[in-house]
């Protein structure tokens, strides 16, 4: 039976998955709901399965009526929308799929995931499956860690470790929101060791990690949901970290040595002054749509290199193994000539759509709250098969001694 699908949020990620549903032939119809509705009418014109409706999401009533009858409610809103997206996921009987947990204001990452898996088993009794964090990181990343886990006899630690080294000669220091960005930066991470989380400094840590193909490069860590879920997920783990490194990281760091990512107000002659408003307001945005993305290109490339790599440590037939995995995906250049659209927006948008159609097609068997780790081998194997169709491959380095 073909499915009708709800995407809530037609901006980068949320149009990226509609588009990608409207080839699909298990959908009989997109509903692209967005309290913007040029938004959304922008993708029913250009797709043959999506409607558009005006919806605020704040009003569980009007999300309610504007998802009636679908099979699944997608989240492209930020996480602060989730508790009411939930909530209409369980009241009109909808599968549930969002992008990540935090960040969420008065929450650390540990309480936004923890509300989130509270509705747990409300879901689980309805039959329900609601799939959280799904996008590259977390999401992709979640399903190579599970991946390369199960080969291993004992799982001690997973990395996952990120280097965004994209820089185009126009100063655009963030590919996706900047107070988003500096937001996360600031805040402090949270580690998992030794059975238990631990919070840390901003930029903590600060090493040099050797990538494949870039050699070293400084890696700090940084606030995301996998060190979480990890830390819940998988039995036996002792250490999960996220660290994240290149230009922007740098830029960023700099700013907080200088009290620029503050949220206190500072007096500036007079003038009452919130630092991390005054860098956001000064910071360009991200560009968004083609004409934007081509006119920052046409300016050329500072630098152009990057790595997403997922790092499992444990032991096989009591020999320690080292796991290293590394995405490949289009870089900025090749994606906007290929697709018209960012890196990151083409990493992330593919990597939450193929989530997205493991519930069209009925591959997904868990029922309750959980995130991509808690897949069965065939949901995970059959989602990096679709991937790498879609450009998104992984290469295994598997490190070991014979003695």
């Known amino acids: 039976m073909k499915k009708k699908i709800i995407v809530m949020g037609t901006g980068a990620q949320g149009g990226t998955i509609a588009m990608r549903l409207d080839k699909e032939a ?8 967005d309290y913007n509705i040029k938004a959304a009418e922008r993708l029913e014109q ?8 005006q919806v605020d999401a704040h009003n569980l009533e009007a999300v309610l009526k504007a998802s009636k009858g679908c099979h699944l409610i997608v989240n492209g809103l930020p996480p602060d929308f989730n508790p009411i997206l939930m909530e209409s996921a369980l009241q009109n009987k909808m599968h549930y799929q969002d992008m990540a947990s935090g960040p969420v204001e008065g929450l650390d990452f540990i309480g936004a995931v923890k509300r989130q898996l509270a509705l747990n088993d409300k879901f689980r009794d309805a039959g ?11 999401g992709l990343v979640n399903v190579i860690a599970r991946t390369s886990a199960d080969r291993l006899d004992i799982c001690k630690q997973i990395d996952i470790l990120v280097y965004d080294g994209v820089w185009t000669n126009r100063f655009i220091p963030f590919w996706w929101s900047p107070e988003t960005a500096f937001g996360d930066m600031a805040a402090e991470p949270i580690n998992f060791e030794n059975g238990e989380y631990k919070l840390v400094p901003p930029f903590n840590d600060p090493r040099m990690v050797d990538f494949r193909g870039l050699g070293p ?5 940084h606030e995301h949901e996998e060190p979480v879920t990890f830390g819940m997920f998988f039995k036996g783990l002792e250490k999960a970290t996220f660290k994240y490194g290149g230009p922007a990281c740098e830029l960023a760091e700099s700013f907080f040595k200088m009290g620029l990512l503050g949220t206190d107000p500072v007096d500036v002659k007079g003038t009452s002054v919130v630092p991390l408003d005054l860098v956001c307001k000064l910071t360009p945005p991200a560009p968004a749509d083609p004409e934007t993305i081509k006119d920052a290109l046409s300016e050329g490339m500072a630098l152009e290199e ?11 037939n009591g020999k320690q193994i080292v796991l290293n995995n590394y995405i490949n995906a289009p870089g900025l250049t090749e994606a906007f000539e290929k697709h018209g659209i960012t890196h990151e927006s083409f990493l992330t948008g593919q990597s939450a759509f193929l989530f997205t159609k493991l519930f069209v097609n009925d591959r997904i068997e ?8 808690v897949l069965g081998a065939d949901s995970r194997n059959y989602y990096l098969k679709e991937a790498a169709k879609l450009g998104i491959t992984v290469d295994e380095i598997v490190e070991s001694r014979l003695q």
């Open 46 to 53: 250009n797709l043959s399965k999506a409607r558009a409706v």
């Open 366 to 373: 868990e029922k309750g709250v959980f995130p991509p780790e």
């Open 217 to 221: 490069r400084r890696m700090v860590d």
């Open 128 to 138: 329900l499956s609601a799939l959280i964090n799904t996008g590259s990181a977390p």
């Open 306 to 316: 990057g790595a997403m790599l997922i790092r499992v440590t444990g032991t096989k």
């Open 26 to 33: 298990g959908v009989e119809e997109i509903i692209c709901a």
